[in-house]
């Protein structure tokens, strides 16, 4: 008897590269044409009857955004309260549509998808669905289609379905407010369909205060995250909303949201991102000065936060502690800031100098390893590859860190920025201790020398 776990036999070799064979394949995918029609009309004829579904009622406030049980926080606009029937989904069919969610990640799949007309089938249960997992399930699906350029524009070309996807941005539930967001993310993101959700948001003014109340009162991390991060997205992509947001009621809303973050233990990167964002809008400077008061503590535990790491910033962190920097020294060199407004605790200045001096021993140690003597009369052979690497010894192990070139001149970047902040800080502190540690980091300066960079 064999030693072999049971499993189903191997398809014969000539069954997967004879399309005869295979006319119910997706493209040179391994999905089923038939399989996936299947099961839209299974969810169909679900959703129109939802047989032997749990129903209960459940209060739905539709300017909710995510508001868990709590007394702490509450709006001084009472918005209209409607009783909705949400139906739980059937576990066949959530399994079904779970896999058809994983199958849409898959460009084939997704084209198919979209060949197809199923975007206004899913238009279609949006509109209709009592499903709360049903609505999660099928915007998620909408979002991994997103992720592909050319099916982005298409779906971004039906005005309809941005309308719902905006409305949605209202939902009390979390989980489909994230895939919303998503959605969303990738319209704005890709150059191609942007300027369609851009159109939708001017039409639908409900989208921007609906974000706005996410960071006025939602209480999860996950929330505020996604929205942080589809705000920055957003500014990026269009400075005109960096006008909006740069409204008293818009950006106090923006630090609550910051504040909250920081009551939940959480990274403030999201944060410090969009305010770096807005101060590419002058007028907004002025205005975030005026709440100095507020910043000053979160900039403080921004910083206090990078002591806590044992040595470099992950490199995925990169921009956004810049950002923190960046908009630090922005304010600090406003017209908006008096002398007297300015303290930084001497942990604060520590964290700094641990942070700086690591980055330049990264730079230092990348330079050492990538440096090559260029002798044009007897050029190497070598071909450049696209990273750079640094070798270090911790505890008698050697470790090996690549990185691109790109990479290199953000930790540069990064390394320049908290000098200048050390710099612009002797100016507003007058300790002894205080003025020692930021020359400390002033000295972490790399000289910089007219060398070439061996990429390998």
């Not at 997704?110 to 249960?125: G, H, K, M, Q, T």
């Not at 990264?362 to 450049?384: F, G, T």
């Not at 020692?436 to 007219?450: P, Q």
Request: proline share 4%; charged share 25%; with cysteine.
């Amino acid at each position: 008897m064999s030693s072999e776990p049971d499993r189903n036999p191997s398809p014969p070799p000539e069954l997967l590269t004879n399309k005869d064979l295979l006319p119910d394949r997706i493209g040179e995918s391994v999905y089923s044409k038939q399989w996936l029609y299947k099961t839209l009309m299974n969810i169909i004829a679900w959703c129109e009857n939802p047989k032997n579904a749990l129903e209960n009622k459940v209060t739905f406030t539709s300017n909710s955004s995510n508001l868990e049980d709590s007394t702490d926080k509450t709006d001084d606009n009472k918005t209209e309260e409607s009783t909705l029937e949400m139906v739980e989904l059937d576990s066949k069919i959530e399994d079904q549509a779970c896999t058809l969610w994983d199958m849409s990640a898959n460009k084939e799949v997704a084209e198919f998808l979209n060949a197809s007309s199923v975007p206004n089938i899913f238009l279609d249960i949006i509109v209709e669905t009592k499903s709360p997992r049903l609505l999660e399930i099928v915007v998620g699906i909408l979002g991994n289609m997103s992720s592909f350029d050319s099916i982005c524009k298409s779906l971004s070309e039906n005005k309809n379905l941005l309308n719902y996807i905006i409305i949605l941005t209202g939902t009390s539930d979390t989980p489909t407010l994230l895939q919303v967001f998503r959605v969303i993310l990738c319209g704005v993101s890709s150059k191609r369909s942007q300027n369609l959700w851009f159109d939708a948001f001017e039409e639908n003014p409900c989208f921007m205060e609906n974000i706005k109340f996410i960071f006025e009162n939602s209480l999860k991390n996950a929330v505020i995250k996604g929205a942080f991060q589809l705000l920055h997205s957003i500014l990026n992509e269009n400075i005109k909303y960096c006008e909006m947001w740069g409204q008293p009621s818009y950006l106090q809303a923006v630090i609550d949201a910051g504040k909250q973050s920081l009551k939940l233990q959480e990274s403030l990167d999201n944060f410090f991102c969009v305010l770096n964002t807005l101060c590419l809008h002058p007028p907004n400077i002025e205005e975030l000065a005026k709440n100095w008061l507020n910043l000053q503590f979160l900039f403080e535990a921004s910083f206090l936060s990078l002591g806590e790491e044992e040595t470099l910033p992950h490199r995925t962190r990169v921009a956004a502690v810049f950002s923190c920097f960046d908009t630090y020294d922005t304010l600090l060199t406003s017209d908006y800031i008096k002398h007297e407004q300015v303290v930084i605790e001497i942990d604060c200045l520590k964290a700094m100098c641990g942070v700086a001096y690591s980055i330049n021993a990264l730079i230092s140690d990348i330079r050492k390893h990538n440096l090559e003597v260029l002798d044009l009369e007897n050029p190497r052979e070598n071909i450049p590859r696209n990273f750079l690497r640094r070798i270090e010894e911790r505890d008698g192990t050697q470790y090996v860190t690549m990185m691109t070139e790109k990479e290199f001149d953000s930790w540069t970047i990064l390394l320049e920025t908290i000098i200048s902040t050390a710099r612009i800080l002797t100016s507003f502190v007058e300790k002894k201790e205080e003025l020692e540690v930021l020359e400390e980091i002033m000295n972490s300066e790399i000289v910089k020398e007219n060398v070439g960079i061996l990429i390998i």
